[in-house]
């Protein structure tokens, strides 16, 4: 398989590295990052944003009628968690796995300053970082409460000037109805974002949709019980939907 994407940013869903959407699954993680090291290997620029569902959700502490604000910066904080545990993975499974010897590097960049352990999110460096086929990891959503990890990706990805957004959550497919709800809802394999906006299809936020559309940016969204469905992504097979013009 030949990769038909050059850089991508890949949004992995928090839930999906847990067991039961909870915590860690270290053999998920380990499997995730094993893809990501292939791809590398390949050629393909690799950026992450990952999401903090398996630690926190702002909504959750909204629920309980904690400040919107204090429950947002917390789920930020779970970003870096995911983000570290993530760029552990990468480091450690992709030693000597480059074809000159060398190892596979991953970064984290936060858009909240945490120097100690991670980059201030810098787009140039980000980019530089790509360019020698390390990882980026970007964390903390985008620094401001009020916008999802969705809305994260699609910044960075228009930012860094990605050829595609994919987005690996625990669904397969975009269906045209709650499939956890209806049980004969059925998948959608291509759309577009306008179609996906007027029926108010569970796709991503419509701040983050919006701006893929602005950019003309394509959304390929897929389950990642198959890890091996991010390579068969990035090599252009038909995995799941696809959100374009």
Avoid at 116 to 142: D, M, S, W
Avoid at 154 to 168: N, S
């Amino acid at each position: 398989m030949k990769p038909v994407y050059k850089r991508v940013l890949i949004k992995l869903s928090g839930e999906a590295l847990g067991e039961n959407g909870k915590g860690f699954s270290a053999a998920t993680i380990d499997e995730v990052a094993g893809r990501i090291i292939q791809l590398v290997q390949q050629g393909v620029q690799v950026a992450l944003v990952i999401g903090a569902g398996n630690i926190w959700r702002g909504r959750e502490g909204v629920s309980r009628d904690m400040d919107r604000v204090t429950a947002d910066y917390m789920g930020m904080l779970g970003t870096v968690i995911n983000a570290l545990a993530m760029q552990d993975a990468i480091e450690r499974l992709g030693k000597g796995k480059l074809q000159d010897g060398a190892d596979v590097q991953a970064r984290v960049q936060t858009a909240i300053e945490m120097r100690q352990i991670a980059e201030p999110y810098i787009r140039r460096r980000a980019v530089r970082h790509l360019e020698k086929n390390r990882v980026v990891i970007f964390a903390c959503g985008t620094g401001s409460p009020f916008f999802t990890t969705d809305t994260t990706a699609a910044l960075r990805a228009t930012e860094i000037g990605a050829d595609a957004l994919l987005l690996a959550k625990n669904t397969d497919y975009i269906y045209d109805a709650d499939p956890r709800l209806v049980k004969d809802a059925k998948p959608i394999y291509e759309i577009s974002y306008m179609e996906v906006l007027q029926r108010g299809l569970t796709v991503m936020d419509s701040t983050a949709l919006t701006l893929c559309m602005d950019n003309a940016l394509p959304i390929l969204c897929f389950g990642l019980k198959d890890p091996e469905n991010l390579l068969r992504a990035v090599c252009g097979e038909a995995v799941g939907t696809k959100v374009s013009l």
